[in-house]
């Protein structure tokens, strides 16, 4: 599995999930990031705050903050290539770059969907 490597403008704690106001893009994200680890993605997230040496040893991400300064942050590198710079992606866009397939629900799949099995009038699908 690919790594994700996460890093993130200087933020109060790892994951700026913290205080009295929470920024609900930064906590929508942070799901998405452990959603990504349960699928098997090796996931590592640095905040400039609190781990700058992170920075420094990619060169990547040091040629990106001296070209644009922390506009740049966060970056995203997967398999240390630059991904994204400059916003927290979707879920859909983190599986696109790590590999990992997004299942979702079909149409009709509920459990309370019309049920054709049924001879006669239509009855629900329900329990």
């Known amino acids: 599995m690919p790594v994700l490597e996460v890093f993130d403008p200087p933020m109060c704690c790892s994951t700026g999930v913290c205080g009295p106001s929470v920024d609900p893009e930064l906590a929508r994200f942070s799901g998405d990031l452990e959603w990504l680890k349960a699928q098997g993605v090796e996931v590592r997230r640095f905040n400039l705050a609190q781990n700058p040496g992170a920075f420094v ?9 001296a ?10 590198m997967v398999d240390e290539r630059v991904a994204v710079e400059g916003s927290y992606p979707s879920r859909e866009t983190l599986a696109a770059l790590t590999g990992v397939l997004v299942r979702k629900l079909a149409i ?9 099995a049924n001879v006669g009038p239509m009855k629900s699908g329900c329990c």
């Open 108 to 116: 009709g799949a509920s459990c309370c969907g019309p049920s054709t």
């Open 57 to 65: 040893e990619h060169q990547a991400v040091q040629q990106a903050l």
């Open 67 to 76: 070209a644009r300064g922390n506009a740049c942050l966060p970056l995203l």
